[in-house]
């Protein structure tokens, strides 16, 4: 024995509300990590491209304007999970998103002795959250952006970079619509926090605070999952 046992690749799911920083955490684990990232909306596109046998059945489904089955997703992402990149890890986005989803992914992981090593949640204060989007704008003319609470112009109006008067603000970050987007994640994905949380698999990541921090806090859940 040379002391190295070996273990199957990390399995991490990234919970967290559009605004939490999922992809920047994504990116960073990918470069530190090697892990590979796998959003569902990607993982069919490709296999669609690719012609897959499991491709082929989302290409009919979709063209017939109907919802891709768990089934489908589940195929996809067997063929995905089986090519050589995905040989260090995997941070899984956007699937599970249901229990039964949740469930079917562990009987799939199960096949080659895998299990989700650890499910993150980024946790956000949501007033707090309403503030920082919503607060966001940008200037028309040279795209340098701005925040009501944050990051004001020295001259109220005008663009410290150009000049320009005219700021522009998403009418996706108006407060009420930030509030109801995070409702609507919160009432989605409690049940999963509570599926994985039973499995002793949930870690719980402050997502509020500087980018770096929540990245070493995530880096030592890699790690951890990493070791076992
Ligand atoms: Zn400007």
């Excluded at 939490?20 to 090697?34: C, D, N, P, S, V």
């Excluded at 490709?46 to 499991?54: F, L």
């Excluded at 996809?76 to 079917?104: H, M, Y």
């Amino acid at each position: 024995m040379d002391g190295q046992t070996m273990t199957a690749a990390p399995v991490l799911i990234l919970l967290g509300p559009p605004g939490a920083g999922k992809g920047t955490q994504a990116r960073m684990l990918e470069e530190k990590f090697g892990l590979v990232q796998l959003s569902t909306g990607d993982l069919l596109r490709a296999a669609v491209a690719q012609g897959t046998e499991a491709g082929k059945q989302a290409k009919a489904v979709m063209e017939a304007g109907g919802l891709v089955s768990d089934e489908i997703v589940i195929a996809i992402l067997r063929d995905r999970l089986a090519e050589p990149d995905c040989a260090k890890g995997v941070i899984l986005d956007g699937f599970p998103r249901t229990t039964v989803q949740a469930e079917a992914l562990d009987r799939l992981l199960a096949e080659t002795g895998q299990k989700i090593d650890a499910a993150v949640s980024l946790e956000v204060d949501d007033a707090a959250m309403v503030t920082r989007i919503s607060g966001r704008y940008t200037c028309g003319g040279c795209g340098e952006g701005y925040h009501d609470a944050f990051k004001q112009p020295a001259k109220a109006g005008v663009c410290d970079k150009c000049g320009g008067t005219e700021m522009k603000r998403r009418a996706d970050d108006k407060a009420e619509t930030v509030a109801s987007r995070l409702e609507a994640y919160h009432a989605q994905t409690a049940p999963l926090i509570g599926y994985y949380e039973e499995k002793g698999a949930l870690s719980r990541i402050d997502a509020m605070g500087a980018i770096d921090k929540i990245a070493a806090d995530l880096g030592a859940i890699v790690e951890d999952a990493t070791a076992h």
